[in-house]
């Protein structure tokens, strides 16, 4: 046989050409395809994926973008996922509730589904004055007592440096050891049954310390771990759908306060805002790096959305209140509304001036001034002539020396700021009582 003999079939003879005829096969039966999805979220949000073949699940991270592979009969489920300022429109293309953000189907052919999203602003409350002593937030009426707000009186602030040292390298479990237990980014943590949880006042305070010392002694270590303590802040911040872009940063532990109320994770602290917005504020002022300004600004927006008046719960993390007329910021806002501690109030008001004068900012003097002229009322009304001043007007029994003195540096401070003579009179007495 000729090496090409097996691909003529029969032959015909037309005169004296032999033309050969060609066999063609029968067509094969086509093989399954494998179905395929496809989803794409456009306007902002992001899917998240999970599906289950023959009891085996597999999860995806999340992506506003989803193609994949799967046998047929997969079950899928897929969620559109929102973020503050996003909101979900509906989905199309694939076998869902049209407005349902959770959709769960059967995949047997290839199918491209789109999830619609759109973006929307939740405006930030501004103060607005009404008079020289009269403002509003949120339509809430409040006294101000107009203030000047001259420089700190030494470079550093309020808060003095840290001797250190000041570690930048951190291994647990090593670094978990009492005094000052630190995370594996040095950060500051506290430690409850042997688990590590996040602190933002001790974050903060760490970084304050930190970043005063770099600025009276130039020391790099220094200006590291106070960067350390404000990106832990950062990535560890939460938002709420009811506070636009207001940044809070969360206490994930159970916390007896005192007087026996019990704060369950997660709670916010006006004290820690505080403190955080300070932290950034003088990292901006250290630095000029606008990533702790714009850190900043975020923080200080958790200050102007503040409890709804007459509600028996708010429907968002809150820490300013106002009550009878006075601006107060809560150190502990649950779960006693009123707890009313003096020195978390006095942190606050640091952190908000300092805010106000480095960056200009009027909606934050407004807020100061409110609430010096509270806290400065609620501070003689916390004294006890002749002993030391009660903690909180909430539970007047609790008597600490510690936070004796804090505050009466706080009224120092505020003396040397603004000039008012009330709170310089007020931080003698409270020395005179205890020193």
Known sequence: MRPYQHLLGAICITGLVVVPTRTVAAPRPSATRTPILGLTSIGGGTLSLATTYEGRQRDYAPARVVRIAAHAGTRVVVTAKTSVGIRFLGWSGVPCNHR???????????????ARFRSYVIPTPLITTRSTTRASLDGTPFTIAPEQLLPPPTPEGFFGPSAGPFPTRCTPPESLAPPA????????VVLINGKAFNHPVAQALDGLGAISAYRSDDDPSARALAEIEGDQLIDTHTVSAGTGGAWWYPYDFTFALNGGAIARAPWYSGMAEGLALDLFTQ????????????????????FVFPRSPGRSATPHPWITDIIGGSLWIQEYPTPNPTNDTINGFGYALVGIIDYAQTFDSQQAKLLAEAGLDTWVRAAALARNPGGVMSYSLSVRADRSVHYHLVVTSQLQYFAAITGDPRFSALATLLYNDYH
């Open 100 to 114: 349902q953000a959770t959709c769960t189907f059967t995949l047997h052919t290839s199918t491209s589904g789109t």
């Open 181 to 188: 237990p630190r995370n594996g980014s040095c950060a500051r």
């Open 283 to 302: 990292l901006y002022q250290a630095t000029g790096n606008a990533k702790w300004q714009s850190a900043a600004r975020h923080t200080f927006a958790s």
